[in-house]
């Protein structure tokens, strides 16, 4: 049976320096709690949540496998015929993000993905997403390595990351109600001039994390769910980007005795999962609360 261990606390994040809303009143009601994961190099057990560590996985549930035809490696001809192990990315425990709501009788999330290019429309990795409940796995849970790809794309590889959640509060970026946007660029301007501060390296995040705003790269593109056709809610973003400098660095990151934020270059090697994700893109995914299932789905951009 394996016995699961506390991640790292939340990081000590520096507070906002302007009161959002006050400044910019059209933005009311649009702040979103968000969990920040902030992942670093590390050496997870399958009781951890993690990035790209070893999952909680019972021992009887064979290991899923892609064995869509048309996945292939960049600049190389489609792979096959024998299915590609997919590869763990996140494992979630319950207690860790007291933010993300599981659904009933389940505690752990999980997610793998096929770690080629998939011609999809999104030209992506192929993800599969599991909710367990960790009292009936761990009974089980097998501590076996997973079977490794026999041929896998090398950014759609993370490296084993710990995590520290760490609860924000964030407003949205590209996700600003249409209209509203171009009505505020002048002032978000005014406000560096001003203030020395941008709007959207303060109050916007585009990092990994739980909840929150997608931190799209190019316009939203929102899915529908296929069942209820509702617009889905975003679940959690997988993104190449971890700041290394400004508000949302960590306090115990920062280079000691300077002016700026930014990283202490001792710590600067072990920022992120080591996944450009395209062009420093993300993986964004979305979940469907209304159907019983809990339906999902991804989209990818970069």
């Known amino acids: 049976m394996v016995t699961g ?37 590390g050496q997870p057990g399958a009781g951890d949540s993690s990035v790209g560590g070893p999952l909680l996985w019972p021992e009887g549930e064979p ?6 035809p048309g996945h292939y490696k960049p600049l190389a001809e489609p792979v096959g015929p024998a299915p590609v192990a997919m590869v763990p990315v996140l494992q ?48 089980s849970a097998t501590v076996a390595e997973p079977p490794r790809p026999h041929t896998a794309e090398e950014e759609y590889l993370p490296r084993p990351c710990t995590l520290s959640p760490t609860p924000a509060v964030e407003y949205p970026n590209r996700d600003v109600p249409e209209g509203l946007g171009d009505l505020l660029v002048e ?3 005014a406000l560096e001039a001003e203030r020395g501060c941008d709007y959207f390296d ?20 929102w899915p529908d769910c296929a069942g209820c056709g509702t617009r889905m809610e975003h679940l959690l973003s997988i993104t190449a980007t971890e700041p290394a400098a400004g508000r949302w660095l960590p306090l115990d990151d920062r280079a000691p005795h300077q002016d700026r934020a930014e990283a202490d270059p001792a710590a600067l090697a072990a920022f992120g999962h080591g996944m450009d ?12 609360r209304a159907c019983p299932d809990t339906p999902y789905a991804h989209r990818y951009d970069c």
Do not use: M
Not at 14 to 27: K, S
Not at 63 to 68: I, T
Not at 203 to 220: C, D
């Open 92 to 139: 979630l425990y319950a207690r860790d993000v007291p933010g993300l709501v599981f659904p009933a009788g389940t505690d752990l999330l999980q997610i793998l993905w096929c770690p080629l290019v998939h011609e999809d429309g999104q030209y992506a990795p192929n993800p599969a997403l599991r909710w367990r409940g960790t009292a009936t796995t761990a009974v």
């Open 5 to 41: 261990r506390a991640s790292s606390g939340p990081r000590p994040l520096a507070p906002i320096p302007l009161d959002v809303e006050a400044v910019f009143p059209e933005l009311a009601g649009l702040a979103r709690e968000t969990t920040l994961l902030y992942p670093r190099a």
């Open 277 to 288: 994700l395209g062009d420093l893109g993300g993986v964004y995914f979305f979940v469907c």
């Open 63 to 68: 290991w899923p496998a892609c064995a869509e």
């Open 187 to 189: 002032r978000f301007e």
């Open 202 to 221: 303060v109050a916007t995040t585009q990092q990994s994390k739980i909840g929150g705003y997608p931190g799209w790269t190019q316009a939203p593109d």
